[in-house]
């Protein structure tokens, strides 16, 4: 595999991330939302205008570049007095398993401790077999659940870890 570059993120890669965000997601929640679910999620987090807007606000925090090609994302931001949150991290299906996520947390992570963040939160859907044991493998802890009603109806699980990181 080429060299990953850890970059924050350019304007011109927001269809780049819209596209690995809304894959992702979806993935996440196959078999357990319905498509109209789905889609309403997706338009709603992962529409080119909201993903501009965040990424200009630092909500989206780095990409992950293989060559030129953005391959993943994160984003994260401080959410009360030292503690942080992953908001997001998705790996485009065809490099995952190669350590770019672990890059990426990594790289949020320090940004986050310089911060003063001495704990770090992240939501993952029930169920999510690539995420929860990512995150279980890097030190996070699951502390609770969360039922959210979506605009459809359904219930979304998530389950929340935490860790500590300084």
Request: negative net charge; proline residues 2%.
């Amino acid at each position: 595999m080429t060299q990953i570059s850890i970059e924050k993120p350019k304007p011109e890669q927001a269809k780049a991330i819209h596209r690995i965000c809304s894959t992702g997601w979806r993935q996440t929640v196959e078999g357990k939302l319905s498509e109209e679910c789905q889609k309403q999620t997706v338009e709603f987090w992962y529409q080119l205008d909201r993903i501009e807007k965040d990424m200009e606000n630092g909500s989206y925090s780095y990409v992950a570049l293989l060559d030129s090609e953005v391959v993943g994302v994160i984003g994260g931001g401080i959410t009360d007095e030292n503690v942080s949150e992953v908001f997001v991290l998705y790996i485009d299906e065809k490099y995952r398993y190669q350590g770019i996520g672990t890059l990426l947390l990594e790289a949020l992570t320090k940004d986050q401790v310089a911060l003063g963040a001495i704990r770090q939160w992240v939501s993952v859907q029930e169920g999510n077999h690539r995420g929860i044991p990512f995150y279980e493998a890097r030190g996070f802890i699951f502390q609770e659940k969360k039922i959210t009603a979506t605009e459809t109806g359904e219930e979304q699980v998530s389950l929340r870890y935490a860790r500590a990181i300084a």
